[in-house]
């Protein structure tokens, strides 16, 4: 049985990374394609030693720090992988690696982190954060991006099955290509956290400083509340944004390490969570570590944080990217914080471990494979894999 497994790029070591690391887990045999590998040695480490096979997007020039500017040249490179010798094909996609071209004899399952965001329904946030919105450019990078979604609808039908990281993303994968796609929640690294009981008097949130984490809305609120602690981890393009609010009950730490953040995730007393994520890694962290989480209610908090109607609640929603619903969103989680147990919160977040995702992964592509048994000539060649 042979297995490749296509990723979009390896440059850093984030989540949809974190994803690839539990396929070579599943199959360590499997080979390993993505259009280009600028990873930094020293976080090559999950790939476990394994060659990775590139595009020729690879070689041209600065494509190491620019290569999301050769995107019109993706779906080209893409195809361009010959991978008729693999019965099953993996890809981990959150831009062109669900396009590969396959033949009628191989099982193509992708798990998708999104379709192309900045093709589809976040193109104007995409084009305005870029300068992309007005002028001759923009008008070129319209052309090129309405071109992205034809050729992103048109290969969706190479895809045997969908996985998606969330509902969330399962509803836009429904929306842009019409095809169903089951649930497999991404996974967390639960286990490197630990849950506190004892917690302290301020608040934290966390996340790099771009427009659409609205870190300084957050800011802005807790401005307005001078007797509430917060602190802020993390830099970006708005920490400019984020600074102006820095006073006496706001403490901007900017970059922290892992220990650090992982510290005060401990102690809070609740983290604040204000972006429309995919899924959010980081509100699944704070409840590993006991910490309930006031969230954003939409997008992929719903599917991890626990609301106070629920049984067992972890966390608070607001229904409004706005500090007035912050604010009133602090406010009943401190009526209502009895019902939030650090239990519960670590509890909840143990749904999304690496051991729980390579399991439900695992059951997924082999319930898939019986119920394609014509890809693979027999049942005895299909249980062999698993």
């Known amino acids: 049985m042979k297995v490749a497994i296509i990723h979009d790029w390896l440059t850093s070591y984030a989540g949809s990374e974190k994803v690839l690391e539990q396929m070579i887990h599943i199959f360590p045999e499997a080979e390993i394609y993505s259009l280009v590998d600028f990873m930094p040695e020293k976080d090559r480490g999950f790939l476990f030693g394994k060659k990775v096979h ?3 997007l690879q070689k041209l020039p600065l494509a ?3 290569y999301r500017q050769y995107l019109p040249l993706m779906p080209l490179a893409i195809e361009q992988f010959d991978l008729s010798s693999y019965d099953l094909i993996l890809s981990s996609s959150h831009a062109v690696a669900k396009g590969v071209i396959t033949g009628p004899d191989q099982l193509h399952i992708s798990y998708v982190h999104s379709p192309i965001r900045y093709a589809w329904d976040m193109q104007p946030q995409y084009l305005k954060e870029s300068g992309l919105d007005k002028g001759l450019k923009g008008t070129m990078a319209k052309v090129i991006l309405s071109r992205i979604r034809m050729w992103d609808y048109r290969t969706s039908n190479g895809v045997d099955h969908f996985i998606a990281n969330s509902q969330f993303i399962a509803n836009r994968i429904w929306k842009v290509y019409r095809r169903e796609a089951s ?19 301020f608040y934290l949130t ?7 984490k609205k870190m300084d809305m957050i800011a802005a609120a807790f401005a307005q509340m001078p007797d509430k602690k917060l602190v802020i981890i993390g830099d970006g393009p708005d920490m400019e944004k984020v600074r102006k609010f820095e006073s006496t009950n706001i403490k901007i730490l900017g970059y922290q390490p892992d220990e650090v953040l992982v510290d005060h ?4 007393k609740a983290f604040v969570f204000a972006a429309e994520e995919d899924f959010g890694i980081t509100p699944v962290e704070a409840q590993a570590c006991g910490t309930p989480v006031i969230a954003y209610g939409k ?5 991890t944080v626990r609301g106070l109607e629920e049984a067992n609640p972890t966390g608070v929603f607001y229904q409004q990217q706005a500090p007035a619903a912050i604010i009133a969103a602090v406010q009943r989680f401190e009526q209502e914080s009895g019902k939030i ?7 909840n977040a143990m749904r999304f471990s690496p051991e729980v995702f390579r399991q439900n992964l695992q059951t997924h592509i082999h319930n898939k494979q019986h119920e394609d048994s014509r890809h693979f000539g027999s049942e005895r060649m299909i249980t062999r894999v698993l």
């Open 54 to 56: 590139t595009s020729f």
């Open 206 to 212: 966390a996340s790099r400083m771009v427009p659409y």
């Open 64 to 66: 190491k720090k620019k």
């Open 299 to 303: 997008g992929g908090a719903l599917e």
């Open 183 to 201: 649930v497999i929640y991404p996974p967390v690294n639960v286990g490197a956290f630990t849950a506190r009981e004892d917690k302290e008097d």
């Open 265 to 268: 995730m401990q102690r809070a």
């Open 341 to 347: 147990l650090p239990a519960n919160c670590r509890k």
